[in-house]
């Protein structure tokens, strides 16, 4: 696993090896009576597979961790395609850093009436390919998948970086009859174990010293497929871990020692002390090539946006998992180029040589990892970092890394509730509040072209969030395709698009599209590209929280004079509705006059996360929206 871990040293030795535990009565290729006849699930119905049995068990080497893994599975409908393709990913790196071994997997499967075993070829069935960067992953094809086919497989998987454990997901996204976990260290090494699940607490088994683990889960229910949902990991039945000391430390006197996972704040400040960082928290460094630009102006907000876009535009950051900055200030000012931590401490101490107070906060991305952060102190859940800054007396995060996304915002993938925010002395986990406007304005009007043909003309606003989703939308793709995307399936004319988004945060799109008639009547349909036009919450019950990018609203003016040889003939009537919570609202007005009709309608999602328990409330509203844009305004022929 090639992760760092701070500044703490740990042995690069082990002097005790420990032998593999036993697996019980699981023996590969050799199934039980009731595996054989097993074709429903009790607790689950309706799944088409089950794991009847996994297990990972851990256990130290001299060249690192070794974990012994094992899965049977088995089928249970014929609808099973795409199913029994299985990836095994690892990292090899320079230097060996993971290995796969001892892999073998077979395939037991009914003909007639007759049971047959395939054992799978690595020049057929199994494959080792490269990834890139050292990143490597064996893809396992198991043939004869149908129903009663038992899949296995198992290998040893090597891992010199004993830091952070692999862990373990007991809950999947199919349900499993038995799942085991087992963990052994060195008395000498303590890791910080962290479950997930009240199940977990009931069945562990720890040793005295806590350095032996097992959990043993049965009958685990699937994770439902559910739209709008914020991280898997967070709902998980799992366990994870990390080394926090190589000596045996009573916990009672944990927060009074000198080890590194002590406390945040105890983690911040050695974080601080570190070679290249400590370079970034003084003064002026000598000799270092400073830019030769002048940076004061007549505020703090104008002097640090000067800074931002000169660190932002000049210097580049690549994606990187090391959570400190490869250089000090001297280097980084010459090389230019770095991780996500070197650019933002640079912008960082440019700011301070102004007057700016900032400091580095740790995040973690979103749609990798956990959501929900691990309360004790544990930097591996990081990713990356931002900026949080003091300017006139306000709070503002920045990004210099991402050199898109503009002043007073983070990029969407660091747009997380929470972050490990490393001031010195008062290190913390704390919540992280950017503060935008996102939404969607629509101006929309109806014109009569130079052939007489009804014509609606489109402008949208985007702002915020939403502007740099139509940004990364718009510049990946042709405007006509990302325009289908969006839902606009007419033909476009006249389309212009203005992105505006370092300046005013904003992208405006204009362009125009024809208006549907028939003989008698011209439906005029100004509300279709909502985003709420259609609704994903189709379900009738939920498990899981909902959870959307960020809150937002939309907005509609429609505006038009009822052209000549036509009349007003139906149009969607006034709503106001709202959720007890208040965490969406919905208005829709109409004023209609005999040569002009005017619609004004807003969503606002004033909330982006909302409880399971919600969840026949936003169906509701969200069912109500949908339905009210999709109605038309008629207009009928003279």
């Known amino acids: 696993m090639r992760l760092n871990f701070g500044g703490f040293?740990?042995?690069c030795f082990l002097i005790l090896l420990f032998p593999l535990l036993s697996h019980g009565q699981v023996v590969f290729g050799e199934y039980s009576e009731e595996e054989l006849a097993l074709e429903l699930v009790p607790f689950e119905p309706e799944a088409k597979q089950v794991t009847l049995y996994e297990e990972a068990n851990s256990y130290f080497k001299i060249n690192g961790i070794y974990t012994d893994y094992s899965f049977r599975i088995k089928v249970l409908d014929d609808n099973s395609e795409g199913f029994g393709d299985f990836r095994i990913l690892f990292y090899k790196g320079d230097y060996l850093t993971e290995d796969i071994t001892r892999?073998?997997?077979?395939?037991?499967?009914?003909?007639?009436?007759?049971?047959?075993?395939?054992?799978?070829?690595?020049?057929?069935?199994?494959?080792e390919v490269d990834l890139g960067d050292g990143m490597f992953e064996f893809r396992i094809v198991f043939p004869n998948v149908k129903k009663g086919s038992i899949l296995e497989y198992t290998y040893t998987k090597m891992d010199r970086s004993i830091s952070l454990l692999d862990g373990w997901a007991f809950q999947k996204n199919i349900p499993a009859l038995v799942s085991k976990y087992t963990f052994k260290a060195p008395d000498f090494y303590q890791y910080q174990m962290i479950t997930q699940g009240k199940v977990l607490q009931e069945v562990a088994q720890i040793s005295d010293r806590k350095n032996t683990y097992s959990w043993t889960v049965k009958n685990i229910h699937s994770l439902p497929e559910?739209?709008?949902v914020g991280s898997i990991?967070?709902?998980?039945?799992?366990v994870d871990?990390?080394?926090f000391t190589s000596e045996y430390v009573d916990e009672k006197t944990v927060e009074t020692s000198d080890i590194f996972y002590a406390s945040w704040n105890q983690t911040a400040n050695m974080l601080l002390k570190g070679t290249e960082t400590a370079t970034y928290l003084g003064g002026k460094v000598a000799k270092a090539k400073y830019p030769e630009v002048v940076f004061k102006d007549s505020t703090q907000k104008a002097t640090a946006i000067k800074i931002f876009d000169y660190v932002s535009r000049n210097y580049k950051a690549y994606s990187s998992r090391w959570l400190e900055p490869y250089y000090t200030v001297q280097d980084f000012l010459v090389k230019k180029e770095g991780n996500s931590f070197d650019k933002n401490l640079l912008l960082s101490h440019l700011l301070k040589l102004e007057g700016i107070d900032s400091y580095i906060v740790m995040v973690n991305e979103?749609?990798?990892?956990?959501?929900?952060l691990i309360e004790k102190p544990y930097i591996n859940q990081f990713r990356s970092s931002i900026l949080l800054t003091k300017i006139d007396g306000e709070e503002v995060f920045l990004d210099a890394a991402d050199s898109i996304t503009p002043f007073g915002l983070v990029p969407m993938r660091k747009f997380v509730p929470r972050g490990f925010f490393?001031?010195?002395n008062k290190g913390r986990l704390d919540n992280i509040k950017v503060k935008h406007r996102s939404g969607i304005i629509h101006l929309v009007n109806l014109e009569v072209d130079s052939t007489q043909n009804l014509q609606l003309s489109h402008t949208l606003r985007f702002l915020d969030y939403s502007a740099m989703e139509a940004v990364d939308m718009l510049e990946n793709s042709s405007y006509e395709k990302s325009l289908k995307e969006m839902g606009i399936d007419a033909e476009i004319i006249d389309f212009t698009y203005d992105n505006q988004l370092k300046d005013k945060r904003m992208v405006t799109m204009r362009y125009k599209t024809d208006v549907e008639t028939s003989d008698d009547f011209v439906f005029v349909k100004p509300f279709e590209l909502s985003s709420f036009a259609n609704n994903p919450f189709t379900q009738d019950s939920r498990i899981l929280p909902i959870e959307f990018d960020f809150p937002i609203f939309e907005s509609f003016n429609v505006s038009f004079t009822i052209p000549e040889g036509y009349v007003l003939d139906d149009f969607p009537e006034d709503q106001v509705i709202t959720?007890?919570?208040?965490g969406v609202k919905f208005s829709f007005q109409v004023d209609a006059l005999e040569k002009e009709l005017k619609v004004s309608s807003k969503v606002e999602l004033i909330n982006s996360t909302f409880p399971a328990l919600e969840y026949g409330d936003l169906k509701f509203i969200m069912e109500s929206v949908a339905s009210k844009m999709s109605e038309p305004i008629i207009l009928k022929k003279l």
Request: glycine residues 8%.
């Open 422 to 424: 490393m001031e010195e």
């Open 9 to 11: 040293k740990i042995p």
């Open 226 to 228: 559910e739209p709008h």
């Open 233 to 238: 990991m967070d709902f998980q039945v799992r």
């Open 579 to 582: 959720i007890p919570s208040k």
């Open 241 to 243: 871990g990390y080394l």
């Open 366 to 372: 979103r749609g990798i990892g956990r959501s929900t």
């Open 103 to 127: 892999l073998k997997a077979q395939v037991s499967y009914l003909d007639g009436a007759e049971r047959k075993i395939v054992q799978l070829s690595n020049k057929v069935h199994i494959k």
